[in-house]
């Protein structure tokens, strides 16, 4: 079975310093996407950042970044110089190529200490 | 605007009645879907639509059904519902193509009483 695990419920970082949320995933496909979302307190979902399986590049987004190890099933998302708007629930997903379903994680709520 | 819209965005109802949550999205996306989201469980599947009159389900299909009879709206049925269908609901629409990023509406907040 196809499945997404966040392994930190929650997690706590001071304004300005960096913080990764760990993702792993459990796949026997080799060509899927993986994604991050983010859910802040208005509950509005939005995308934050998405890999390729087959792009060995991590993918970047402004302050945004992956660490994407295929072979150990791991996506992680890094997020530097945290501000106060980052706080939010992030959710690790996942969608293979030749399915349309897509797994999401339990999430890890991110809180931003001033 | 670019967006998915839900009605209603509150609702409180008792078990057994029949209600319908409405989907909408205005970007002519051919990818529908409704998610489910509880505490500690993170978003899980309900339903998904690749198109008008194609719908196949996640992985928490049992208690809804859908349609897709056009291609902006995809509206969730529950039938009868329960106490454990109370949750957060969201739809969400993309563009076909499975590294296409999804748009989700505001959610809707259910309470089966």
């Known amino acids: 079975a196809q499945t997404v695990t966040q392994s930190q419920p929650e997690m706590s970082v001071q304004e300005a310093e960096t913080v990764t949320l760990s993702c792993t995933y459990d796949?026997?496909?080799?060509?899927?996407?993986l994604f991050w979302y983010k859910q802040p307190p208005s509950r509005q979902m939005i995308l934050v950042i998405r890999?390729?399986?087959?792009?060995?590049q991590n993918a970047t987004e402004n302050r945004f970044s992956v660490n994407f190890q295929k072979a150990a099933k791991s996506f992680s998302l890094k997020i530097s110089d945290s501000q106060l708007g980052d706080a939010a629930m992030y959710f690790c997903?996942?969608?293979?190529?030749?399915?349309?379903?897509?797994?999401f994680g339990k999430g890890t709520r991110l809180h931003i200490l001033p | 605007e670019a967006q998915v819209t839900q009605n209603p965005r509150y609702l409180i109802t008792v078990t057994g009645k029949k209600l319908t949550v409405t989907c909408s999205q205005n970007?002519?996306?051919?990818?529908m879907s409704w998610y489910r989201q509880d505490p500690g469980l993170g978003l899980r599947q309900i339903y998904y639509?690749?198109?008008?009159?194609?719908?196949d389900k996640g992985d928490v299909p049992e208690g809804y059904k859908v349609s897709r009879k056009e291609k902006r709206n995809f509206p969730l049925i529950l039938e009868s519902p329960s106490p454990n269908q109370t949750s957060l609901y969201f739809c969400?629409?993309?563009?076909?193509?499975?590294?296409?990023?999804?748009?989700f509406g505001p959610g809707t907040r259910l309470t089966v009483l």
């Open positions: 969400a629409s993309s563009r076909s193509g499975w590294g296409n990023e999804q748009f």
């Open positions: 970007m002519n996306h051919e990818y």
């Open positions: 639509s690749m198109n008008v009159e194609v719908t």
């Open positions: 997903a996942y969608r293979v190529n030749r399915d349309d379903k897509i797994i």
């Open positions: 890999q390729e399986a087959y792009k060995q």
């Open positions: 796949t026997s496909e080799s060509d899927y996407y």
